[in-house]
């Protein structure tokens, strides 16, 4: 879906739009179950700013602007790994070492996503500049890793508030970026025929991406845990992969290998985690 929006919309366009409708929705959505005051950000108005332009700014602009240079399925393999990502943030951050079989997973999907982009073929990586796009999806992924954990640091928010006061704003930041990339020439105004022509797709990336998906994800961490979560995201590569086939493209056998690998060492490593955490 994103990389067919794309045409219509450049990265910024696209990011700016469908979080101006989507912000405004989840404003309404706050206001209506928790009242105005919980609009108040009281004093959490610079961490909440900071958090918000990672996650929301940062990701969606590494992310999107990456999509321009390389291929989706690599993306949501790369993406795939803030799993992985986020076993080692909780290390750094809170000194909870992971198990040896979590380190043997992560080096696992690591080497599955380097199959995928490389297809068995290091030159590959440089082709049609994809070795740029995917660093940019990787930091990307490390934006969004950030912006998990950082959720602990509001206790007394609910997902919904954390959601509403950290995309405002990521929002905002979004749409400075892109005011930014309009004064250089990195960027266009879309015509009123060309948002009429993608509204579906606006439609869409606001309240199936941005509403229900920034909502729900946070909403799952905040009761499963972020390493628990993340698995959740590892459908992305399967959705994708799926897409891709039934719209007619062909993969090679060492691509399907290695998102195999990727997806398998994820899985194999939540379900570890969720055997360790039973057995106490």
């Known amino acids: ?43 959490r108005l610079g961490a909440a700013t900071l958090y918000g332009l990672i996650g929301i700014t940062g990701f969606n602009l590494f992310v999107w602007i990456g999509l321009g240079y390389t291929r989706p399925e690599h993306a949501s393999i790369i993406l795939a790994l803030q799993t992985p990502l986020t076993a080692l943030a909780v290390w750094l951050a809170y000194g909870q070492r992971p198990a040896r079989f979590t380190f043997g997973c992560v080096a696992a999907a690591i080497g599955g996503v380097v199959v995928v982009i490389t297809k068995g073929d290091l ?57 930014i990339a309009l004064a250089v020439g990195a960027a266009a105004v879309p015509s009123l025929e060309t948002l009429l022509a993608a509204g579906w797709l606006i439609l869409y990336f606001s309240v199936g ?3 229900l998906g920034v909502l729900g994800f946070n909403a799952a961490a905040r009761r499963l845990g972020p390493l628990n979560s993340m698995l959740m995201l590892n459908l992305i590569p399967i959705g994708v992969f799926g897409i891709e086939a039934a719209l007619g493209r062909s993969f090679a056998a060492v691509e399907i290998a290695g998102a ?15 055997g360790v955490s039973t057995s106490r």
Do not use: H, Q
């Open 260 to 274: 195999a690998i990727v997806i398998g060492a994820l899985v194999a490593n939540n379900l570890y985690l969720r």
């Open 209 to 211: 991406t941005v509403v």
């Open 123 to 179: 030159a590959n990586a440089l082709a049609g500049g994809s070795l740029l796009g995917d660093t940019l999806i990787f930091l990307g992924a490390v934006s969004w890793v950030t912006y998990t954990l950082s959720a602990s640091r509001f206790p007394g928010w609910s997902p919904l508030r954390f959601t509403v006061l950290t995309c405002i704003p990521g929002g905002v930041g979004l749409v400075v970026a892109n005011g």
């Open 1 to 43: 879906m994103a990389k067919r929006t794309l045409p219509y919309l450049d990265a910024y366009a696209l990011g700016s739009v469908r979080y101006v409708f989507g912000v405004a929705l989840l404003v309404l959505l706050l206001v209506l179950f928790e009242g105005r005051a919980a609009l108040r950000y009281e004093e």
